[in-house]
């Protein structure tokens, strides 16, 4: 059996090479999907108990003490204030009791799978003082999203349609002044928010009114990816789409609250919500279409804003590395263009 010859070892090695991404891809995303969505619980999950007498103080210290940290229990004082803290999003559910015909009171806009463990919780309670429990949901949803998670998937067109862009633009365009790859960036972003908010809008109605916000929000968010990727791209090269999967699959989904908000999931993921690009826009567009823009919208919005900014910032410093990098191959060109006229003077 003869060996291989030399060439081919080469062509084995430069695909071994090459195969480093995906599998690194792959790697990551069954770390990073495994550790946010494994073993859901919750973590200091707030609901109340509705009344101001003994009776409802006494009963939210029994939950309180069987719970331990899996739920923060309190008591308001009446139905209307409970209901005024599920829509601001402070609560997950609120119970009524009643011995005949207990309550509870859940926003399932605000992530239907809290609502889900807040009933789950309270339907034990409800079975102990011998009562079937009765869940009203303060926030229906829309048509087209009878689980509030299609802004998930929102969310994912835009990311996947954002960030493979950057890899087509940093490919074909690699030999365009940056301002240019900044534009078709930016043309880019309006392509995607616009196809975006069409299917989540009028064609599967997840979205089912504020059309102008919703599209803002998903323009500022599909640009905040390309901005952040292009300007990247110089740096890292042919690593920038396993870094972009890293920080805009890896990090952003799983943070993002689409399917677990952070009281059900570990603190590293809770953490990254607070401050990562996919929670300010699943979040914003979930307390712009239901809770009235309430509920922290603003803050939302300043978090896709700040993400925009940081591409920018990235795409100026893209800008002079690139600027620096050109230099010295055109005084070297000046340089050979000088001697070749001293030459020819010394000629004549």
Not at 130 to 157: E, K, M, R, S, Y
Not at 291 to 320: M, N, V, Y
Request: glycine content about 10%; proline content about 4%.
């Amino acid at each position: 059996m003869t060996n291989p010859p030399s060439g081919t070892w080469r062509a084995v090695g430069h695909v071994a090479l090459h195969l480093v991404t995906p599998l690194l891809m792959c790697l990551g995303m069954g770390l990073a999907y495994l550790s946010a969505f494994d073993k859901p619980h919750p973590r200091h999950l707030n609901v109340a108990v509705v009344g101001a007498d003994e009776p409802a103080r006494a009963l939210a210290a029994r939950i309180r003490q069987r719970a331990g940290d899996a739920f923060d229990v309190r008591t308001v004082a009446s139905r209307d204030a409970a209901a005024d803290a599920l829509r601001d999003r402070t609560l997950v559910g609120a119970f009524v009791p009643d011995p005949h015909r207990p309550e509870l009171l859940v926003a399932k806009a605000n992530s239907e799978t809290s609502a889900s463990v807040a009933e789950s919780l309270f339907r034990e309670v409800a079975a102990a003082q011998g009562g079937a429990l009765a869940v009203t949901n303060l926030t229906p949803l829309a048509a087209g999203d009878p689980t509030g998670q299609g802004i998930f998937f929102f969310l994912v067109l835009l990311s996947i349609g954002s960030y493979a862009s950057v890899a087509a633009i940093g490919a074909a365009g690699a030999g365009l002044a940056i301002w240019i790859r900044a534009l078709l960036g930016l043309s880019t972003a309006l392509v995607v928010s616009v196809v975006g908010i069409v299917l989540a809008g009028p064609v599967f109605h997840v979205v089912d009114h504020q059309y102008p916000l919703v599209w803002t929000m998903a323009l500022l968010y599909s640009a905040g990816i390309l901005a952040v990727g292009i300007g990247v791209h110089t740096f890292l090269k042919r690593w920038t789409t396993l870094a972009m999967m890293v920080v805009f699959v890896m990090l952003n989904f799983t943070s993002s609250g689409g399917v677990f908000r952070p009281e059900l999931q570990n603190a590293f993921f809770a953490r990254l919500h607070s401050f990562w690009d996919g929670a300010g826009f699943v979040e914003g567009v979930r307390s712009l279409l239901y809770f009235g823009r309430a509920a922290g919208f603003a803050g939302h919005l300043l978090t896709l804003t700040g993400w925009l900014a940081a591409g920018l910032a990235l795409l100026a410093a893209a800008a002079l590395t690139e600027r620096r990098r050109a230099r010295p191959a055109v005084d070297a060109g000046e340089d050979a263009a000088a001697l070749e006229e001293i030459e020819e003077t010394v000629a004549a």
